[in-house]
């Protein structure tokens, strides 16, 4: 279906309502109500959502296709490619993991389904009360050799090669271990948080509570058979917002003493503040900032020095080529900062503290954000602002960095526009999972909704670029 861009041409300016963008319903179910439940491929070509039936049970349907009744089913996720889908089902009061459409073997409980950067399921299966760790290829580990069972996500290396994950003892659930690759550590921790794989090196770090104070473990990795755990010597009162730069060389977090939090980054200290701060690493792992605030004012730092004192401050956004921008605010005025310069004045802005509200081009020599004013929302790219919408996000650069899209909403619709030139019309767009995509021929890529009637259809969509 082809459908002209001429929607609502009195409330926003007519130069932007022009050229054609074609739409292909992938789904088409009889319950408006489960739009609630739809979720994207991270590619955006592929919608899976639930579908309740008579009698409370329900169904997963992918791409309109529909999947077998169930009691229950839930935790849907694709892959990271988009190719795959996986979600738990329940019958009886015994579970299964369904992997692209094959059921597993059932068991007592299935938690924490995902999959790998590499493609591969996982999921910690309850077998007869153990606690069972399933991963791909049907590889396990059963916590109960170890008297335990599992606390929190499953989380993996970015080449999705390497996975752990957190183990309580049953005889003592206030102990937890780290499990690294399907082996258990030896020390016990009160208490474990911010567990993360540090890029490019092969070992996890996390912050570790043991005897009411915090360290941070900064390296724990498999040698041959066993488990080697480095620690940074220094005990905090409390430690948050554990972060490591892209390239793992650089750790950060947020650290108290008393009364007092820090911003502690590479083992040096930053501080006093009276609230903790997140620290923020650039995409080349050579700068990062944070934002301490101090009720009445914020201060910006910037690798450890004042970059600009503000009355409030947030949506810390680095560029590829390091240089850093954000949200301020000072006397009744937002406006943007980026390399020291404040961009354009407004009353308000969209989700100041959301990252997705202030992009960067991928060659890092273009800038997109949101701003308010007498109400309205609006986009401004390259220092330009765009028509008014009640609302706008979710900024996007294609590849080249020639084109820009973000989503607007405008009453009961929703668009999205893109180089300015403003899309159909729907009740949705861009479910959970989703992003706008560029594809390599430069058209943007996305899906998007309509009620139809009592029904509910879900389109593919594909809008030129100029």
């Not at 911010?194 to 090196?201: A, K, S, V």
């Not at 007498?374 to 706008?392: L, S």
Request: proline share 5%; charged share 20%; hydrophobic share 40%.
């Amino acid at each position: 279906m082809i459908r002209p861009y001429w929607l609502l041409p009195v409330l926003v300016p007519a130069a932007v309502w022009a050229g054609q963008a074609e739409e292909r319903i992938i789904v088409s179910v009889e319950t408006a109500s489960a739009a609630q439940s739809v979720l994207s491929s991270p590619d955006s070509r592929h919608a899976a959502l639930v579908l309740k039936l008579d009698q409370g049970r329900r169904r997963v349907v992918l791409d309109g296709t529909a999947g077998p009744e169930h009691d229950d089913v839930g935790g849907l996720c694709f892959s990271p490619d988009g190719s795959r889908l996986a979600y738990w089902a329940a019958d009886s009061g015994r579970w299964c993991a369904v992997v692209d459409g094959v059921e597993g073997t059932r068991c007592g409980g299935i938690r924490n389904l995902c999959f790998a950067p590499d493609g591969q399921a996982a999921w910690f299966a309850i077998v007869e009360g153990r606690h069972v760790l399933v991963v791909g290829d049907g590889e396990s580990l059963d916590f109960s050799t170890y008297g335990g069972i599992h606390e929190g996500p499953l989380i993996f290396s970015d080449d999705g090669g390497q996975h752990a994950c957190i183990m309580s003892i049953r005889s003592c659930l206030t102990s937890r271990y780290v499990v690294l690759d399907r082996i258990p550590g030896t020390q016990p921790y009160d208490d474990i948080a911010g567990l993360q794989f540090r890029p490019g090196t092969g070992s996890v770090v996390y912050a570790a509570k043991a005897a009411n104070r915090w360290q941070v473990v900064t390296d724990c990795r498999i040698v041959g058979d066993l488990m080697k755990v480095t620690a940074d010597t220094a005990r905090y009162d409390e430690v948050r917002y554990l972060a490591c730069s892209r390239d793992g060389s650089r750790l950060g977090f947020s650290s108290r003493m008393g009364t007092d939090w820090f911003a502690v980054v590479d083992g040096h200290a930053f501080g006093p503040m009276p609230v903790p701060a997140a620290v923020v690493f650039s995409p080349d792992s050579r700068h990062w900032a944070c934002c301490a605030d101090f009720g009445d004012s914020v201060l910006v730092l910037l690798d450890g020095s004042r970059a600009g004192s503000y009355d409030a401050a947030g949506g810390l956004c680095f560029g590829p080529d390091g240089s850093l921008a954000y949200y301020a605010k000072r006397s009744g005025n937002w406006f943007v900062v980026h390399r020291g310069k404040e961009q354009g004045r407004f009353e308000g802005v969209t989700g100041y503290a959301d990252l997705d509200c202030l992009a960067f081009s991928p060659d890092g020599n273009r800038l997109a954000f949101g701003g308010q004013r007498d109400g309205r929302c609006f986009a401004v790219v390259d220092g330009i602002e765009g028509p008014r919408f009640d609302e706008v996000g979710q900024f996007a650069f294609s590849p080249d960095s020639r084109h820009v899209a973000y989503v607007a909403v405008l009453g009961n619709s929703s668009f999205v526009v893109c180089d300015s030139v403003c899309g159909p019309g729907f009740d949705a767009v861009v479910f959970k999972g989703g992003e706008l995509v560029f594809d390599p021929s430069g058209r943007l890529r996305y899906l998007a909704s309509r009620v139809n009637g009592a029904g509910l259809d879900i389109f593919e969509v594909t809008q030129n670029t100029r």
